[in-house]
């Protein structure tokens, strides 16, 4: 997959065949779209393009208000993209002045002079431009002025895409990540590094990787006790993974990440690892003693390496 980090940027594309969007998460909805775009692109012999926007508009537009809790990075998208199969990606940097565009001018100067394109698959409500001057009927026109194809993404498969959306955000945001996978084809991961902490679990037998996750926009799930699949360079682990407060040894305003790796015991500051998100074991809790902790943490270990022992393979 060509990836384009601005219009400016890109090369030669035979008879371009282009859907535009946000594609946060990459999920179900937003697939059965690829596969749509893909199979318009092989029967015009030409290649796949997927035009995205970084940062996310709202994030220029609404800077202290946006309120975006994503499903993915930046990075995350693309790599999932990449798998997708899509021939090309445009990432186009969102300014102001880019917001400024007339939809006459994104067509004729992006679409039409510099990318040539052949056919545009676009949903039913797709606005663009200027005061979002632009929509599907506005495209039509400009199809028969500028020699390309307007495809639209049927009002149903539109709607999946934003019923997706919606029941992952908030599946996530309830600990429900069982849903959350359904929706997405995959289970829900996220990507940090390991910082330093209290070392804290060390001392009652269960060393935690605790994890910072830079980006300040990617949706951490719910607060507890979860099984997931860790990834540790090219290897991968099980382990059981705790967001929240820690209120029995340390409680404070703060969410943290930590995760305890089963069967491992290097040492891994600064690395990258990422987690996958397979099943939601419990809340989280006080407890009345590091002790109760200490057992309540066993009960869960034997648990969660039931589940990956019946259920769940790599």
């Known amino acids: ?162 019923v997706s959306s919606t029941k992952i955000r908030n599946a996530l945001k309830s600990g429900d990540v069982n849903t959350a996978c359904n929706y997405l084809g995959r289970p829900y991961s996220l990507t940090g590094t390991v910082v330093h902490g209290k070392e804290l679990g060390r001392t009652i037998g269960f060393p935690t990787a605790n994890i910072h996750v830079s980006d300040d926009t990617k949706l951490i799930p719910a607060n507890g006790v979860y099984a997931v699949k860790v990834s540790v360079g090219t290897a991968s682990y099980y382990g059981m993974l705790n967001i929240g407060n820690r209120p029995t040894v340390n409680s404070t305003v703060d969410r943290s990440i930590e995760v305890h790796i089963f069967d491992f015991d290097s040492l891994i500051y600064d690395a990258k690892i990422t987690i996958e998100f397979i099943r939601f074991i419990r809340q989280e809790k006080e407890f009345s003693s590091v002790e109760a902790l200490r057992s309540q943490l066993q009960e869960d270990e034997l648990s969660i390496r039931a589940i990956f022992a019946t259920s769940f393979k790599f």
């Open 1 to 162: 997959m060509r990836i384009f980090n601005s219009f400016d940027e890109v090369d030669k594309i035979s008879f371009p065949v282009l859907t535009i969007g946000t594609f946060d998460g990459v999920h179900i909805g937003h697939q059965k779209i690829i596969q749509q775009l893909k199979k318009e692109a092989l029967q015009l012999g030409g290649e796949s393009v997927l035009f995205t926007f970084y940062p996310h508009p709202r994030m220029v537009l609404f800077p202290d208000a946006h309120g975006l809790q994503l499903l993915t990075t930046q990075e995350e998208k693309l790599k999932f993209l990449e798998v997708c199969g899509i021939d090309n990606v445009i990432v186009q940097p969102f300014t102001f002045d880019f917001s400024r565009l007339t939809a006459l001018e994104f067509v004729r100067d992006y679409l039409v002079n510099k990318l040539h394109v052949k056919k545009l698959i676009i949903g039913y409500d797709h606005q663009f431009g200027k005061n979002r001057e632009g929509s599907i009927d506005f495209l039509r026109t400009l199809a028969d002025v500028y020699e390309f194809e307007v495809i639209e993404i049927p009002a149903q498969d539109i709607d999946d895409v934003n």
